[in-house]
């Protein structure tokens, strides 16, 4: 997501058409000096893989870039049919029909456990590269979820920034008034409905209660009866009082980048991987991301942080050899760097040399002071928990469900286990 890219995700990923982005769709790799390679990072993927080719001269990386809706579909008929890449975008954990968890089950990934870089992942991020003890997983950057602010368009209103929730809901009222709606929120992208929930979540559920994981795991607390009650009811008063442009349901992913990147918003609630989005098409544009307030007490907002999709490699990869560079490329300081500079995210490794950008100064900041959580999905016991919640948070938005029933919904999969 998103784990969050979703993560949740959320994870990261915009609903385009395969081979966008200057890529060349994957052959059937029987070149020995030709890489094939799925990816939803889409905007950051090139400039890699063209330092990869060069610094393998003779390779070529034949790749795709797909939205994350659009690749979860694709990704598991390819596995199943014989026909998937080399390489892969595989999300960590277990939340989504493209996670570690869910592909590494049924034989699909290569276990990655003898790289080099295997041993040296933190341990909140080896968790969720891992499956049954081995690693499958090139987990190489962290991402966060918060609120994106177009800083000159910010500067031009006269607004600032909230920090309560209280300020939230007047910052929104007040952006209204001056016709600027204060975030483009795309829900037309499955995906992308879950990004608020989770910045809302990672206060009125973590805040109080850190160990919200191990109690639902287990069977001590459920989603219907907790304060993601609270976090969906705040969710749906956002957009009643304004907070987003009209209909959300009509707009996509593509389209809510380009509201906020040129200003016809204030901001956009996403994870970070979205700011390298906005100045591709605002190069101009300075773009800052924060915490996403969800009550009045500041000091104990929290933000959703965790590794976002990295990369497996297909088991019965064609060229096995090329494959295996490539993730030990990507988990290089060159080519992490590389990768979370073009993101704007942070590298999962220490020690790479790598200078945290300006906008992102909150996000490090709080994780160096312990005030993330990690994305929801990631820690779930199945994909479907997270596919009832997307689907449920569209028909809340639509006027066709209530949070509570959606949240039943979701704990009845929750209970289905893995």
Not at 157 to 183: M, Q, V, Y
Not at 385 to 392: A, E, K, Y
Request: charged letters at 20%; a neutral charge.
């Amino acid at each position: 997501m998103k784990t969050l890219r979703a993560a949740l995700a959320t994870t990261a990923a915009v609903a385009l058409l395969a081979a966008c982005g200057g890529g060349t769709e994957a052959g059937d790799g029987k070149d020995s000096r030709t890489l094939t390679l799925a990816s939803v990072d889409q905007g950051s993927v090139e400039d890699v893989v063209k330092a990869f080719e060069k610094a393998n001269p003779g390779v070529k990386v034949r790749y795709t870039t797909s939205g994350a809706d659009q690749y979860q579909q694709q990704i598991r008929t390819q596995l199943s049919s014989g026909t998937a890449p080399d390489v892969m975008s595989v999300w960590p954990g277990n939340g989504n029909p493209a996670a570690t968890h869910v592909l590494a089950g049924p034989g699909y990934l290569r276990d990655l456990s003898d790289r080099p870089w295997a041993a040296k992942l933190p341990d909140a991020t080896r968790s969720v590269a891992q499956y049954d003890g081995k690693t499958y997983n090139a987990l190489f950057g962290q991402n966060g979820i918060g609120a994106v602010y177009n800083q000159q368009a910010l500067r031009e209103s006269g607004l600032t920034a909230p920090t309560t929730w209280t300020e939230l809901l007047t910052f929104c009222k007040d952006a209204a008034a001056r016709r600027t709606p204060a975030f483009a929120l795309g829900l037309q992208d499955n995906w992308v409905t879950q990004i608020v929930q989770y910045a809302l979540v990672a206060t009125t559920v973590y805040g109080p209660e850190r160990d919200f994981d191990r109690r639902m795991q287990a069977g001590q607390v459920t989603f219907a009866d907790s304060a993601w009650q609270t976090a969906m009811d705040k969710y749906r008063t956002m957009e009643e009082e304004g907070c987003f442009q009209k209909n959300p349901l009509g707009t996509n992913y593509e389209a809510s980048q380009q509201l906020a990147a040129t200003g016809k918003t204030l901001g956009i609630v996403q994870g970070n991987w979205v700011i390298a989005l906005l100045k591709e098409k605002n190069p101009k544009g300075t773009f800052t991301l924060r915490p996403l307030p969800a009550d009045d007490k500041p000091a104990g907002t929290l933000m959703p942080a965790a590794a976002g999709a990295g990369y497996g490699v297909n088991a019965k990869a064609k060229n096995e050899e090329l494959a295996l560079k490539w993730v030990d490329f990507v988990m290089s300081p060159k080519g992490m760097n590389l990768y979370v500079e073009k993101q704007g995210g942070l590298p999962t490794l220490p020690g790479t040399g790598y200078t945290v950008d300006p906008s992102l100064a909150e996000l490090s900041r709080f994780i160096t002071d312990d005030r993330t959580v990690p994305f929801m999905d990631q820690l779930w016991p199945n994909a479907k928990v997270q596919q009832t919640m997307l689907s449920g948070l569209q028909e809340i938005f639509s006027g066709q469900a209530e949070p509570k029933d959606v949240l039943k919904s979701m704990d009845a999969d929750y209970a289905a286990g893995s």
